[in-house]
């Protein structure tokens, strides 16, 4: 099969013939339709999180399960599925209490590849499903069946930036009705955030970036308010926008220490800094500690959005078919395998929401 494999972290990626193996028992192979292309995939590409190469890269899938191991009840052959990264044994310390995204289950898919490249030699399943390829070989646990309602590039936006921006206002922060919100970074996760603060009911609901684009596509997704700080102060801003106190939750959709250090001074007394994106290894943040606790404020991380697959991917799709939950906004433009990098690229700039790669 055709994949795209990095062989040296920050250079372009080469399509190569790829042989990939049979699913194992507890395991799924899926023909990819679609893989979008998230900013995690290119902190990984970058080398920023160490690891090792050859690897293939694209954690954010849909497509058609074509074959299962022994002891997978839960697809057959022919249905289509989100691919995501959440692995999860369902009975550790972890998954027994609802948080499986933070799973600590064993998994031989930890310790195998079930890729191999022309000459025989591993290559690495990047980001747990290596989804720039026609085909991917995961665990069951991090597939979701879907309907046919979906078309498969919006369906793969599902697997990652949706569930992770929407998840971390509706599950980890579990935001009440009302609430002042602002999001910082209106990318493909950050405008999920603002999706996800309208649907929970958030007044007044604040997006915040340094393109005007994103901003103008944060008003769609419903942010009642929008702030560029190229050319607004930021903190002002919010405190007019909410009665000189600060919001109540302020969410971070970038990975950036000093974005996370503005949103800091964006929360009012008792209120809570929610860190969505991902930053480089190593990196630190620093506030004035007295200030935050004199006034009881409350700072939270969010993986995945704290998402449960099998509960939050289906309602989803429930949200999406009743024309609630926006998707088709989300992708800016569709690739072929082979143009990856340009798409990549194109992410980079900070032109797209979304760019997809779409499979034949
Ligand atoms: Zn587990
Ligand atoms: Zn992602």
Known sequence: MKAAVLREFGKPLVIEDIQIDAPKAGEVKIK????????SDIIAMSGAWGGSLPTVYGHEAAGVVTEVGAGVTKVQAGDPVVVTLLRSCGTCFYCA???PHICEGDFPLYHETRLHDAAGNAVNQGIKVAGFAEYAVVEQSQIVKISDNVPMESASLLACGVITGL?????TADIKPNSSVAVIGCGGVGLNSIQGAHLA???PLIGIDLLDNKLAAAKEFGATHTIN???ADVVEGVKALTSGRGADYVFVAVGSTKAMEQGLQLIRPGGSLVLVGMTASGQT???EPVNFSFYSQHIMGSNMGSTRLNI???KLVELYEEGRLKLDELITKRYKLEDINEAIEAVENGEALRNVIVFD
Request: glycine fraction near 10%; hydrophobic fraction near 40%; charge should be negative.
């Open 201 to 203: 009911g958030a007044q």
């Open 167 to 171: 998840g971390a206002v509706v599950n």
């Open 285 to 287: 943040m620093s506030f």
């Open 312 to 314: 939050d991917i289906p």
């Open 97 to 99: 209490q609802g948080q």
């Open 229 to 231: 700080p190229s050319t």
């Open 32 to 39: 990819l339709s679609a893989c979008a292309i998230c900013h």
